[in-house]
């Protein structure tokens, strides 16, 4: 089955920085990959995503970068904010396009800090 | 749009009560949900796949018989926890899949078993 890689697990950087997860996937057959935030006691939340015929999408200070090749997709917030500051989980998973839906893989997480 | 609803947000029931949480997607057909368990600090864990009128397919390792689901219609799947027991206390977490392309997740439900 799909394995996700995700690092690092804690991130801490200064408000007005970037701040950049990785992830990495096993199973070349994924063609789906969201990024999730979720706040202390709620559900994640949908934050973007790449299918793999993209390389890399952008929506005001989020983008998200995908390698096909390597397996690995990353996640970029410039400009944070003290209000970034959550748990954001990566993940992987096969999407047929109106015929089927695969189940996602998830990532360990990673818990941002931005601090003021 | 793209809203996922769950209830109750909280319960709290003693050792060996049942304890049914209904998703709902409130303003897009699901036929596919996921039910997901989240202990504090971790990663959400997949439990199953519900699919309106059929079968739950459950993931490996957990007891179909203990966490029951029901997809009845479109817009509500529910998850019942069983005799509960202090184990089973967890975030659960349910997840509906719009247009066959994204998984939007509801907002969790804190089960705290006494």
């Known amino acids: 089955g799909e394995n996700v890689e995700q690092h690092p697990s804690t991130l801490s950087v200064q408000e007005g920085d970037s701040a950049v997860i990785k992830c990495t996937y096993s199973?070349?057959?994924?063609?789906?990959f969201p990024w999730y935030k979720q706040e202390l006691g709620k559900g994640p939340q949908l934050i973007i995503d790449?299918?793999?015929?993209?390389g890399e999408k952008k929506d005001q200070r989020i983008a998200v970068t995908l390698n096909k090749t390597a397996k690995h997709f990353s996640l970029h917030i410039t400009e944070t904010q003290p209000e970034d500051s959550a748990v954001y989980f990566c993940?992987?998973?096969?999407?047929?396009?109106?015929?089927?839906?695969?189940?996602?893989?998830f990532g360990q997480g990673t818990i941002l800090t931005v601090h003021p | 749009g793209a809203v996922v609803s769950q209830h109750p947000s909280r319960v709290i029931c003693k050792s060996g009560t049942s304890v049914k949480i209904e998703c709902r997607s409130l303003?897009?057909?699901?036929?596919?949900m996921f039910w997901y368990r989240q202990f504090p600090k971790q990663s959400l864990m997949l439990m199953a796949t519900?699919?309106?009128?059929?079968?739950?397919?459950?993931e490996q390792g957990v007891e179909k018989d203990k966490f029951l689901i029901n997809h009845a219609s479109l817009t509500l799947s529910t998850l019942t926890v069983t005799s509960a027991h202090p184990e089973d206390s967890s975030f659960y977490i349910c997840?509906?899949?719009?247009?066959?392309?994204?998984?939007?997740f509801g907002p969790g439900t804190r089960l705290l078993v006494l």
């Open positions: 997840s509906a899949v719009r247009g066959w392309e994204t998984q939007y």
């Open positions: 199973d070349s057959a994924s063609n789906y």
């Open positions: 790449i299918r793999s015929n993209v």
């Open positions: 993940a992987a998973g096969f999407n047929a396009g109106g015929t089927s839906y695969g189940k996602l893989t």
């Open positions: 303003d897009f057909q699901a036929t596919t």
């Open positions: 519900s699919n309106e009128g059929s079968k739950a397919t459950y």
